[in-house]
């Protein structure tokens, strides 16, 4: 088990990782990134308090590629759960890395869209 509270160092860990406990979400944070786990093939777990990834958690939840505890307890169990099952952890995996996938271009996109309205218009006269 690795117990990290750092900046920059869970994106190289995720990969190695089986289970992912993304913190900030168990008391009104707002949570953190659990595109990062997903996009290594590990479903996030995460807490009630999701607000600054509300979109992308319920598009993970609703695939079955994230887990959601309300609770240290619920979480506790969790755990338990997804260290005697591989086959759940494989299954939740590859259902987020697919949400994140099918996800992906998704900035680019909305950059297509507004790009028009951001350009200065030329004039006439030109």
Do not use: C, W
């Not at 289970?19 to 996009?39: D, K, R, T």
């Not at 998704?106 to 309205?117: C, D, G, K, N, W």
């Amino acid at each position: 088990m690795v117990l990290l509270d750092t900046l920059g160092e869970l994106p190289s860990l995720y990969s190695a990782a089986v289970v992912a406990f993304v913190g900030g979400s168990l008391a009104p944070v707002g949570g953190h990134n659990i595109i990062e786990p997903a996009s290594n093939g590990v479903a996030p777990i995460f807490g009630p308090h999701v607000q600054n990834f509300r979109d992308i958690a319920a598009r993970l939840l609703e695939a079955g590629g994230a887990f959601q505890v309300r609770n240290a307890e619920e979480l506790k169990d969790l755990f338990g759960r997804l260290a005697t099952d591989s086959a759940l952890r494989r299954d939740s995996g590859e259902r987020a890395r697919r949400v994140v996938l099918d996800n992906a271009g998704s900035l680019e996109a909305t950059v297509r869209e507004i790009l028009p309205y951001l350009r200065p218009k030329r004039s006439a006269r030109a």
